[in-house]
């Protein structure tokens, strides 16, 4: 929706000036992880018509990680920039569908409001593999990332 949109223009500004101090692994971790309480506030009040504005909060947070983990190309070695963004961003892409082509007989089983409620599960796995990453391989001193 455009509540969605509109967070993730005002949040990738945000969290692109915070991810200068704090890095942007750890802010698009950060990020993952808020989205979390927005949808369950989002699926907890979907009725109500003021729910929409929690759409904001949801944008601000997911369309920023997506952003910051784009980001993160830059730092990787081998093809062009412009190549390893275009991964990364076709790579985010080609793996939700493939997720959504393995939820489709759910779906069709049970219905999409049981993909809904389950959404905020699929950030938080998000974030914890994020965190992974971060802990498992952590760079030597003289490799690290700037802000990190």
């Known amino acids: 929706t455009m509540m969605f949109g509109l967070g993730g223009a005002a949040g990738s500004f945000v969290w692109a000036n915070i991810a200068r101090k704090k890095g942007e692994l750890n ?13 369950v506030a989002y699926l907890v009040l979907i009725n109500n018509k003021m729910a929409i504005w929690i759409l904001f909060g949801v944008g601000f947070c997911a369309i920023s990680a997506y952003i910051l983990m784009i980001t993160l190309s830059r730092y990787a070695t081998g093809l062009s920039l412009g190549q ?21 007989p759910v779906t069709e ?28 391989f952590r760079s030597p001193a003289h490799t690290k990332l700037p802000a990190q």
């Open 27 to 39: 802010c698009s971790i950060a990020a993952l992880f808020l989205v979390v309480p927005f949808l």
């Open 84 to 104: 390893r963004m275009g991964f990364m961003a076709g790579g985010t892409w080609a793996l939700a569908s493939i997720v959504f082509m393995a939820l489709l």
């Open 109 to 136: 089983h049970f219905g999409s409001n049981v993909i809904l409620k389950f959404t905020p599960l699929g950030y938080l796995f998000s974030g914890a593999f994020g965190l992974f990453v971060m802990l498992k």
